[in-house]
């Protein structure tokens, strides 16, 4: 039983597998022929498949095709739709190279490409081919290419050994590795030189060239064996993940990690292609790792190492930078971190003063404390220098000139005011007081000043203070080894302070990094609006990396909007703007320092979200972020995209409420109104084919008739208030304020409503000095139209209903008064809201008549409430900030 589960998939296995065949299922397929070196026939091959997937009824393009006027090659092409090649000004010359815009917009199924390591032309989109290529795959495009085993990143050092020729254009294995069909085309060496010899690969001098130096037979059965097995290799990766992915029984191996180390060496290139070629072949993990030395790394070794870093990154490694005290501990505290397997080192190829001075070089102490972890030395064909004495360089002297005059100023002085003291104090405690000195210079001074005021403090202690004195000679042979001592104290003190202070500044350093961390994730989780997160975002920028940068959001439609601003030290052209859409639809960092479209002054980095890509963000930097600066950056930008999305998503809520609250507005709405426009329309329809199919008696058709005019009128106001509703709900009411007579109102609405309120006792009250105000006439006839109104459907005929009106400055306040059945306590709040209808009532109507009354106060800037009055009834309140004429005050306010 346990054997069966153990065959079953695990879900989560499952589930992630589902979602990496699904992102694959939308991108193009690429398929390389890939052969030993040029000749063999790759592009003949690729052509002849083509040719079969035409046939199929694939929609085959050739985007750049190179057939070195060979004719068999150029019949191939004959029939296949050849995209033009894109010309390209460069130094007066013109260069030919694969339009990539036309055939993303043609969008065929297929295109052909020829040599992948290609160096396109300056001004080119991509700097490389492969890159091109990577274009057309994400946007699903499949591609048909041709590669030379010694164009592959890893391998260029290899094929270098065997032929003696520098490769120059290479791309990274990971296209490679990922390819999904590798075709090998394959001739013997004896075939590929007849070949040579006919003339059917170069022109026959430059034939004869190519057989004396590169194309031996020799180096042609390398190069063939190093393909072969470069295939062998990637079929055994395939049928390893295919068993894997598919649960098969087999015998698998661990979980390998290799770690590389990399260092500011012109040889770590090698070092981390050897290491790529056997992470591949042994199926494991690769990490790049640095470790940062106490001492500053010149201009020309920190861009050694920046492109060691992004070779690294090239061959799909990971890259980690650590740093300490001590390195071996450091680096073996990393690599049981990541849970490496095997370390990879190159071979020391000299000895320096620092490897004689200590008990034992690196290479020794890593082998001697690394544990379970294995350790690969690499080999070097520089042989091993046994002249140690001309890699002894002096100290770094980075300090200025100030810094060593301070130093010899506090020294000399020290020894100048110790002087007359000495028959008193002694020349031992003298001693003292210049070892104090120097050590409070280490904490201000680099290492060249602290290394000249031991030297000094000696000398001047020596000459001044120890017998016989005035004279460097020493009697005592204690005084010689005290002398001794105290300069290597001095200097070792010294030295040890100015170290514990540096690695205060690298600690503080880090502090400073996670400081700014946690305040951009403070700040952006404070803000609620997308201007606001950009803000933020750009100020962050600007403070922790002094830069200037701009933000360009996507428009939800998989495009770009402009900048929410425009500053002067950031203007984008409208080159600029199709550089940030290709960086947002490509979801690839594009521009400046960059291998995509370089010539531009700013670097383009996508703003990458888990459901949504919020957009890019543009920044002009004078130089490219590398190392522990690059980390911080990207952590930087992560941060700055999670709360973009956040914001985002928030959006996309509200709008999803909004429409859920649409789609129950409209039911409510489409119920409401589907009844209320029935009865009149039933009884309009009723009375009407009475009329015109009936002999009917005058005094009937009379009657009818009033039907008619009476369901029409309610038709009427049902449809005036779907219209205020919509005037509300869009925004429109603007009241236009004029000056109004409240006589004149009331007396409008009142007849208005002639047949309403014919039933009740009406009574008005308005004081006789009541003065005009300045309101919207008509939109307060119809606020009392619908209060009166309103009344009328609940409460008892018969009974009284009151309108009064008075000015209490500086408000204009209207009141409608009943005696009816009066509104539930706890229903009052809600009786001006849409829709909305007392429960139990039996009184038609859509619920709108409340709701546009409170709508058409509001914007009076008033208010209006609700409440039941002390003997039954409810009252209706309006008031409205009101300018008045001839004021008089009315102070009652009562029943």
Known sequence: MNNIDDLRPDPDELLASLKEEEAKSNLGKLKVFFGMCAGVGKTYSMLQTARIEKEKGINVVVGYVETHNRKETETLLTGLTIIPRKKIQYKGTVLEEMDLDAILERKPDLVLVDELAHTNAPGSRHMKRYLDVQELLNNGISVFTTVNVQHIESKADTVTQITGITIRETFPDEIFEKADEIELVDITPEELIERFREGKVYAPQQSREALQNFFRTGNITALRELALRMVADQVEKQLRTYMQRKKLPGPWRTSLKLMVLIGPSPYAGRLIRWAKTLSFTMGAQLVAAHFEPSKTLSKEEQEQLNKNIILARQLGAEFISTSGNNQVSAILKLALRENVTHIIVGKPRHRTLVSLLRLGNFLNKLIRHSGNIDIYVLGSDVSYDKNFLKYIRPPSLTSGPSEYTLAAVVIALTAAICFPFKAYMGYQVVSFILLFMVSILALFLGIGPILLASAMSALLWDFFFIPPMMTFEIKETEDVFLLSMFFFIALLNGVLTYRLRKEQRRSNHREETTNALYKITRDLSNVNSIQKVVEVSLASVRRNFSVEGIILLQDNNNSLLPPLESRKEISLSKEDLSIASWVYRNQKKAGKFTETLPSTSYTFFPLPGMRIHPGVLAIKAKEPFIGEKE???????????????????????????????????????????????????????????????????????????????????????????????????????????????VHDLVSIVLKNLENEVKNFQMEVVIPPDMPLVKLDFGLMEQVLYNLIFNATQHAEKGTTLRVKIYYDKPRFILQVMDRGTG????????????????????????????????????????????ENRIHGGARFSVRIPAECQDFTLDETENE
């Open 823 to 866: 509104i539930p306590p706890e229903e009052i709040r809600n009786v001006f809201n849409k829709f909305y209808r007392v429960k139990g009532s039996t009184n038609v109507g859509t619920g709108l008549g409340l709701a546009i009354v409170k709508g058409f106060v509001e914007a009076h800037n008033g208010t209006v409430t609700a």
């Open 631 to 741: 980390i911080f950056w990207d952590t930087f930008i992560q941060q700055i995209a999670s709360a973009m999305e956040r914001e985002f998503l928030d959006e996309l809520a509200h709008r999803a409420l909004i429409l859920d609250e649409s789609d129950k507005l409209y039911s409510t709405l489409f119920n409401s109104i589907s009844h209320e426009f029935r009865i009149p329309v039933t009884t309009i329809l009723g009375a009407s084919d009475s009329i015109l199919h009936q002999k009917l008696s005058p005094e009937i058709a009379i009657r009818l008739n009033q039907e008619i005019f009476t369901a029409s009128e309610r038709l009427n106001r049902l449809i005036e208030n779907l219209l205020n509703m919509s005037r509300l709900e869009s925004g429109r009411i603007e009241p236009k304020m004029d000056w109004c007579d």
